[in-house]
């Protein structure tokens, strides 16, 4: 497990600094109004703490003390981990459900297409009351819009 937390600090640290170095400069807009947010303030923000817990994963995993008992036993079942069809089904149909999605937030707005995403997805985990269903559908977008527009005063498409 050390040589995995090892290897998942650097490529998160290496793709922050990329975002960080290059994406977040390069492609978004340095133009604002005085007494405004810069609107890369939030992606270099989420950048930043993604590449501070790289770090602090690096430092935690270089720290530990081997244990052969305990890697041993992590290897066995890492062994019995694999990626069947029932893995490469779930991995397309959520997939599916993404361009689904992009497409409902495109032609539809946001309201319809978390209606019916939540929908699906209470269905889909298990809710099968058909009142809770179509409440949760039809509240919980109305909720997040309201909290977006008067919290951040940003419409939703």
């Not at 290496?14 to 978004?28: C, D, E, H, K, T």
């Not at 530990?64 to 149909?93: P, T, V, Y």
């Not at 032609?107 to 269905?123: K, R």
């Amino acid at each position: 497990m050390k040589r995995v937390d090892l290897a998942a600090s650097i490529i998160i640290l290496a793709f922050s600094g990329l975002a960080l170095g290059w994406l977040i400069p390069s492609f978004i807009s340095t133009n604002y109004d005085a007494g405004d947010l810069p609107p890369s303030l939030i992606s270099s923000l989420s950048m930043g703490v993604c590449a501070i817990t790289a770090i602090l994963l690096g430092i935690s995993s270089w720290r530990r003390k081997d244990d052969n008992h305990q890697e041993a036993q992590e290897d066995e079942a890492a062994e019995k981990l694999s990626f069947g069809i029932r893995e490469a089904g779930n991995l397309m149909l959520w997939l599916a459900a993404a361009g689904i999605v992009w497409l409902l937030l495109k032609f539809v707005g946001f309201e319809v297409a978390s209606g019916a995403v939540i929908a699906a997805g209470a269905v889909y985990g298990g809710i099968r009351n058909p009142l809770k269903v179509v409440l949760a559908a039809l509240i919980i977008p109305q909720v997040i819009d309201k909290a977006v527009w008067y919290g951040l005063n940003i419409k939703l498409p």
